[in-house]
């Protein structure tokens, strides 16, 4: 299943895409034989109500969107998207998780996920602009899965980690390397407003399958700038849900970047930074393609 979340004239509202066209997330599943009564108007309020039945809903919903006519919000490409979880609780990230990228950084491998975070205000949709232009000459592209959470997860173990994560999505990490390298702590470089796009849609883990299976590769302006699979991370999703859930309570909605594989543009020869107007793709096998476009500096 492939959850969006759209703009609609009474707010941004929860969606599905199936095939070419978004449907009403709240409208089909009053249709549903899982339906439970409370407000899923929100992507997070449907994961919160949702989360530990995600296979059974997926496995009706096309069925239900041809019997519910009514649900069919509009082609995907006349409907706005945003981002597919517009109110995450917590935006947690991992660093140095690929063998490739932390051979490129010259560091050694580390005994402990990376872990650093950004805010809800980093993020922004795929039809967004990807901002930080007015602040940094150094912008940098990191390919990354995103990891939705769909259950609470309070110090689960690696073995039953993956019964918590709710779906995958594209994710690119834009970091400013000049604010980030001013000093030891990377939040200033990773922190800059509308400048973390993701989605389109977040796509569940029971579509997906084996989440250490997966191709991703970035390209800017159509030139491929990272390439690898998901196999070769340090720590495997499963383990570094496991790892957060041990010192802090994951929420339905949540979302883990789960890290970068070789080829960022800080670590080439000479370096390759963004500039306005460019086109940034991420595209990961079974999960989607996010397309942006770098935007100008303010004036």
């Known amino acids: 299943m492939k959850i969006v979340s759209y703009h609609h004239e009474s707010g941004v509202r929860g969606g599905v895409l199936i095939d070419d066209a978004v449907y009403d997330l709240e409208l089909l599943l009053q249709g549903s034989t899982e339906a439970i009564h409370g407000a899923t108007t929100s992507v997070r309020e449907f994961l919160s109500l949702y989360g530990d039945r995600i296979p059974a809903i997926s496995s009706g919903i096309t069925a239900l969107a041809s019997e519910d006519p009514v649900a069919r919000v509009g082609a995907v490409d006349e409907v706005r998207l945003t981002t597919p979880v517009t109110d995450p609780a917590k935006v947690l990230c991992i660093g140095l998780n690929y063998k490739d990228h932390v051979a490129e950084t010259g560091r050694a491998f580390p005994e402990y996920p990376d872990v650093f975070a950004k805010f809800a205000s980093t993020m922004?949709?795929?039809?967004?602009?990807?901002?930080?232009?007015?602040?940094?000459?150094?912008?940098?592209?990191?390919?990354?899965?995103?990891?939705?959470?769909?259950?609470?997860?309070?110090?689960?173990?690696?073995?039953?980690?993956?019964?918590?994560?709710?779906?995958?999505?594209?994710?690119?990490?834009?970091?400013?390397?000049?604010?980030?390298?001013?000093?030891?702590?990377?939040?200033?470089?990773?922190?800059?407003?509308?400048?973390?796009?993701?989605?389109?849609?977040?796509?569940?883990?029971d579509e997906v399958g084996d989440p250490q299976k997966l191709d991703i590769a970035t390209r800017v302006n159509g030139i491929e700038v990272q390439r690898s699979n998901t196999e070769h991370q340090i720590f495997s999703i499963a383990r570094i849900v496991s790892y957060l859930s041990s010192f802090l309570t994951l929420e339905p909605g949540d979302v883990i970047a789960t890290g970068t594989p070789q080829g960022i543009g800080a670590k080439r020869n000479p370096p390759v930074w963004l500039e306005p107007?460019?086109?940034?793709?991420?595209?990961?096998?079974?999960?989607?393609?996010?397309?942006?476009?770098?935007?100008?500096?303010?004036?």
């Open 124 to 205: 922004v949709g795929p039809e967004d602009e990807i901002g930080g232009a007015h602040v940094s000459n150094n912008l940098d592209f990191e390919g990354e899965v995103a990891v939705i959470i769909g259950r609470r997860a309070s110090e689960v173990s690696e073995d039953e980690a993956l019964d918590y994560v709710a779906a995958l999505a594209p994710l690119n990490d834009v970091t400013a390397r000049d604010l980030q390298y001013r000093g030891t702590q990377w939040l200033a470089g990773k922190a800059v407003d509308g400048s973390t796009p993701w989605g389109p849609a977040i796509v569940t883990l």
């Open 277 to 299: 107007g460019d086109t940034v793709e991420i595209e990961i096998d079974k999960v989607g393609l996010l397309r942006n476009r770098v935007g100008k500096p303010q004036l």
